[in-house]
């Protein structure tokens, strides 16, 4: 179970975070255009905010996923090791 677990959280943070640097290009890319074509400061003004924020957001989800996918998968091999390890209680006997 866990190769399928850990392949599945490997595709899911990969996939995730592809989304994301994809989107923060595609976002950027319009803002970018709206610039050029409206080129009005009004435009800017009005969606500098939001295009920050979700600048933020998307890099936050684009770094961070495949950081928690490898804190999930440490957590399933030190599982997987504390239950396979045997327990000795009476270490003296």
Known sequence: MEP???SWIDSV???ASGLAVALFFL?????????MLLRDRGFVNR???PLVVTDAALLFVAVGTPVLGIAMRLGIRAFEFAVTTPI??????
Do not use: E, P
Request: zero cysteines; charged letters at 10%.
């Open 4 to 6: 399928t677990v850990v």
């Open 27 to 35: 976002v950027n890319g319009a803002f970018a255009a709206g610039v």
């Open 88 to 93: 000795n209680l009476f270490a003296g006997r």
């Open 13 to 15: 943070a990969g996939a």
């Open 47 to 49: 969606w500098t905010k």
